[in-house]
Structure formats: C-alpha cells, structure tokens
C-alpha cells in the first residue's frame, strides 16, 4: 500500500480568454506546492502577450504565504509590461487573507467577472486597467 502525501491536493489553473482578458481561473490549495504552477502559467501567459490578467480565485480554498508571494510576483511581471492584473476574488475568507496583508491596497479585488469587465481604465498604450490608486 502506497502512502498519499498530505500535499496531494493541490492547484487547478485553468486559462481562458474574455476580452479583454487573458483569465487564469486558479482552484485548490495556492501554497508552496501550487505557487509554482500558477507562477509559470502567469509567465506562459505574459511572454505570449497577456497584459491585462485576471486571477479568478473563485474556487480557490487554501491560500498561504507562498501564495500571495506568487500573486505578488505575478503583480510584478505584469506591470513591468506595462499591464494590469486583477483578482476575481468572491470569497471573503480568501479576501480577508489579502486584506490582512494589504495588499488589497496594490491589488484591485473584485466579486466576480462581471464587475471587473465593467471597470474599464487606461494604461500605458490603451489597454484596459482596473489599477487602484493609493
């Protein structure tokens, strides 16, 4: 009989296009076992011409240090390209943990899709944005 590790569960990252969009609708565990899966999407995601990305969080259950270090990061790699990323966040368990750590000041969180394609703003070169001002 094999043993599971208690790390089994993980990450589900699956990506979508609603223009003007590129969505990466994250589930599971955002830990130190699926923060890596979900930084490399992002990377896929950017090096191919995303800008404006959307971090749907709506299925996601567990998210920890590693995490938001990977959603910091992701933050990070869009903006140097002159992007946006969002967070589709209708949890309030998991907004509380963003919030906690402030990064919804750097972060903008919405409750679903819908509000966030209603949001449209300016960047750089006229892609859409939803960037919280401090």
Do not use: N
């Not at 130190?32 to 995601?45: E, L, S, W």
């Not at 567990?62 to 969002?86: I, P, T, W, Y």
């Not at 966030?116 to 960047?123: C, G, K, M, R, T």
Request: include cysteine; hydrophobic fraction near 45%; proline fraction near 5%.
């Amino acid at each position: 009989m094999q043993a599971v590790p208690f790390w089994s569960v993980s990450v589900t990252i699956r990506r979508s296009e609603q223009p003007p969009w590129t969505v990466l609708s994250v589930g599971g565990d955002l830990d130190v076992v699926g923060a890596p899966d979900m930084r490399q999407a992002v990377v896929t995601a950017v090096a191919e011409g995303s800008r404006l990305l959307a971090l749907d969080l709506s299925e996601l259950d567990f998210v920890d240090s590693f995490g938001l270090g990977a959603v910091v990061g992701a933050l990070k790699r869009v903006r140097q390209r002159g992007g946006e990323l969002a967070l589709v966040c209708p949890s309030s368990r998991i907004r509380r943990v963003f919030e906690i750590c402030d990064l919804d000041r750097i972060l903008a969180l919405h409750d679903s899709m819908d509000t966030l394609s209603e949001l449209p703003a300016v960047v750089s070169d006229g892609a859409t944005s939803t960037r919280r001002q401090p």
